[in-house]
Every structure is written in C-alpha cells, then in structure tokens.
C-alpha cells in the first residue's frame, strides 16, 4: 500500500488507509484527487486512466439509495398501510422484551416510532 502511496504523486494525495479500502473494494476514491492518484500509484498507464475516470463518473452520478427510514416513511404514508404496519410492528417486536423470535407473535405491546 506504500507503494501505491508513494507512486500517486503528491504527497497526501492518497492515503495507505484509503489505498487499502480501493483495493480491497471496500470503497471508491473519496474524490477527484484521489482518482487521478490512484491508478499511477499501482502504475496503471496514463492511456488508461481515461477508463478510471469514466468508472468514477458514473459511480458518483449514480442515484443513491433511499434510508432504511425514508423507505418505512413513505410505504407507512400509503393508503391502508398505516394499520398493517402497527400490527407488523407489534408482531416483530415488544418494547418491554426487544425483538420476538422468528414465529412468536406477542399481543398487546405498545409501538411508538
């Protein structure tokens, strides 16, 4: 990883942390100057980097995924949803016990958003 650090031009340029997490593909360059550092620094040729900055483009143009939270809100605000969420929501979960087990359904208990 100091290698690619080290090969990236500019020092700070690319992080070995950040190097890691593009090579294990846990994450994409944060930005542009990460992006025109990183495929030196593993001595990829400049004719190709073209390919990388293309990649880049469209990862970061891409629409984001909606929340966990944005999803619950909008299917809970549907027509006739309302009441098969509390019931959803009283069968998964009592907030005395925490979560039921899976095919356990507990009555009676309270659910607040």
């Known amino acids: ?16 942390s950040t190097a890691a997490r593009v090579v294990n593909r846990g994450t994409v360059p944060a930005g542009v100057q990460q992006l025109r550092a ?11 980097h073209v390919v990388w900055s293309a990649a880049f483009a469209k990862v970061s143009s891409a629409p984001s995924m909606p929340t966990v939270q944005e999803l619950y809100r909008s299917w809970a605000r549907s027509p006739g949803h309302s009441s098969e969420l509390q019931r959803l929501l009283r069968t998964a979960y009592d907030s005395d016990r925490g ?8 009555s009676g208990a309270a659910v607040h958003e």
């Open 1 to 16: 990883m100091r290698d690619i650090r080290d090969g990236s031009g500019p020092p700070l340029a690319l992080p070995v």
């Open 38 to 48: 990183f495929p030196p620094g593993c001595g990829i040729p400049p004719e190709q």
């Open 99 to 106: 979560p039921a087990s899976p095919g356990h359904r507990r």
